[in-house]
């Protein structure tokens, strides 16, 4: 056999010894990583490099075994670190009205003050829906009335602080969906018992801006 085509042989045969050799001494392990590793612990390594198992990807790579993919990974994240995305978001605030009155309370004023605080500070494209309530005491259809008023005196508070009146929905909702039912009680009691009902439901639609790096595939 001629030197040239001996040293072929011995060289494509030494990496097949290397495996051989190390599972000789203890089976060789398919590592959770990606790379073959020994009961040592280590990283089983041939003339090529590391052996990877058939699960190794390119997120599995070591600066030891494969630079050149970790520089890829790094670069990778980087480029999605500045993608920004969309995310709808609510706020709900409750502005409690005073007894067979559509004015609002300071109580209310306050809490709107709040919103539209946090309007001017962390959202944009603001749409309002105002929905307002009455308790169950009188007719419907003044109830009805009395609600569409409490709707439409929280829409002037907040125009009046700087929203535009183009963003806001008022629908009046009568005595419906009551947070309290009060049975069994009567006069200045009920009244009180009541007050929770005597309301406007604010639901504010927005977006927010957040970023976000996807994983990297």
């Given at each position: 056999m001629s030197d040239h085509l001996y040293k072929k042989i011995i060289g494509f045969a030494l990496p097949l010894a290397v495996v051989a050799g190390f599972g000789a001494v203890s089976a060789v392990a398919l590592a959770e990583t990606g790379y073959v590793d020994s009961s040592a612990g280590s990283v089983v390594?041939?003339?090529?490099?590391?052996?990877?198992?058939?699960?190794?990807?390119?997120?599995?790579?070591?600066?030891?075994?494969?630079p050149q993919f970790v520089a890829k990974v790094e670069e990778e994240v980087v480029a999605v670190a500045a993608v920004t995305v969309e995310r709808p978001i609510t706020l709900a605030a409750d502005a409690h009205f005073?007894?067979?009155?559509?004015?609002?309370?300071?109580?209310?004023?306050?809490?709107?003050?709040?919103?539209?605080?946090?309007?001017?500070?962390?959202?944009?494209?603001?749409?309002?829906?105002?929905?307002?309530?009455a308790d169950r005491l009188g007719a419907a259809e003044y109830n009805l009335g009395l609600s569409e008023r409490r709707a439409e005196a929280v829409k002037d508070y907040l125009t009046s602080r700087g929203v535009p009146e183009s963003s806001i929905v008022t629908t009046g909702k009568g005595s419906a969906d009551p947070i309290v039912g009060c049975e069994g009680m009567r006069g200045a009691a009920l009244i009180d018992c009541l007050a929770p009902n005597r309301r406007t439901e604010i639901d504010f639609s927005a977006v927010e801006i957040i970023e976000e790096t996807p994983a990297v595939k």
């Open positions: 390594r041939t003339a090529s490099g590391c052996l990877h198992t058939p699960r190794w990807k390119p997120e599995f790579a070591t600066e030891e075994c494969d005073g007894f067979n009155k559509a004015e609002l309370t300071d109580e209310g004023k306050a809490k709107l003050d709040e919103v539209v605080s946090t309007l001017g500070r962390n959202l944009k494209d603001q749409k309002i829906e105002v929905l307002g309530y």
